[in-house]
C-alpha cells in the first residue's frame, strides 16, 4: 500500500522567503510527526498532531515555524523568513493512535536556504 | 529527560563478520526502544522494538537487538554482516508517559566487501 509521502522532495530558497512542506500520511493514521534532520544530526522532533489537534508543539524552534494538518490527513508545515540555519531535511511520519512506536517515515524534504 | 545516546558516529565491519551498534538510553520510567535505519536516498524504516518482554528482540533483515536494563543499553546486532546493511542507523527511546520519541544521532554503518 502507499506509505507517506511528502512533497516537495527538494526545496532551495532565498534567506527571507516563506516556505510550505507537505506531508500525506498513510490512510488510517491519525497521529503524524514532524521532525528535523540537519546534517549529521539525529532527528530533531518538532510537531506531534492527533487528528488535527497538535497536543505537542514543544520542538518547535521559533515562532517562524507553524504547522497545520487537515482531518486526519494532509499535514503542512510553513517556515516563515527562512533562515539558513532551516536547511535541513524535515521528514514526516505517521502511526496509528497508540502505536507512537511504530512511526512510518516519509522521504523527507530537504531544504536548502541560500 | 529522557535522551538516547550513540556513541559511534560510524562502524566499519567485514561483510561475513558480526555487527553491533551501540546505543544507551536514559529514561525515567520503563523505556520502549526502537531502532530505525536509514539507506540512501530513502526515508526511515522501522526495525524492531522493544517494549516488555523478552530482552533479545528480533527485526527485520535480520537484524536484534539486546535490552540491558543494568547497563541501560540495547545494541543492535546481527551475526553476519552484508554489504548491503550499509546504511545510517537510529537508536530511539520513549518514556511510557510520554508520546514523544527522542532519536539518537545516528551511526552510520559501512560493510566492506
Known amino acids: 500500500g502507499a506509505g507517506v509521502s511528502q512533497s516537495p522532495s527538494n526545496k532551495v530558497t532565498e534567506k527571507g522567503k516563506d516556505v510550505e512542506l507537505r506531508c500525506d500520511p498513510i490512510?488510517?493514521?491519525?497521529?503524524l510527526y514532524w521532525y528535523r534532520q540537519r546534517l549529521g544530526q539525529g532527528l530533531e522532533f518538532l510537531i506531534y498532531?492527533?487528528?488535527?489537534?497538535?497536543?505537542?508543539k514543544s520542538g518547535l524552534p521559533s515562532d517562524r515555524f507553524s504547522a497545520e494538518r487537515t482531518g486526519e490527513s494532509v499535514s503542512t508545515l510553513t517556515i516563515q523568513r527562512t533562515q539558513q540555519e532551516d536547511s535541513a531535511v524535515y521528514l514526516c511520519a505517521s502511526s496509528l493512535v497508540g502505536r507512537v512506536y511504530e512511526q512510518y517515515f516519509g522521504p523527507g524534504t530537504r531544504l536548502t536556504v541560500t | 529527560a529522557q535522551s538516547v545516546a550513540q556513541p559511534e558516529d560510524q562502524v566499519n565491519v567485514a561483510e561475513g563478520n558480526p555487527l553491533t551498534v551501540k546505543c544507551t538510553y536514559s529514561?525515567?520510567?520503563?523505556?520502549?526502544l526502537f531502532w530505525y535505519v536509514q539507506y540512501p536516498n530513502r526515508g526511515l524504516q522501522f526495525l524492531l522494538k522493544y517494549i516488555t518482554g523478552d530482552n533479545l528482540v528480533k527485526g527485520s533483515y535480520g537484524f536484534e537487538a539486546e535490552f540491558n536494563k543494568s547497563q541501560t543499553s540495547f545494541h543492535l546486532k546481527k551475526p553476519s554482516a552484508l554489504v548491503s546493511d550499509s546504511a545510517l542507523y537510529f537508536c530511539?527511546?520513549?518514556?511510557?508517559?510520554?508520546?514523544?520519541?527522542?532519536f539518537g544521532k545516528g551511526t552510520r554503518l559501512h560493510i566492506l566487501p
Open positions: 529514561v525515567s520510567g520503563n523505556p520502549y
Open positions: 490512510s488510517g493514521h491519525t497521529a
Open positions: 498532531f492527533q487528528g488535527n489537534s497538535a497536543p505537542d
Open positions: 530511539a527511546v520513549r518514556d511510557i508517559t510520554d508520546d514523544k520519541i527522542i
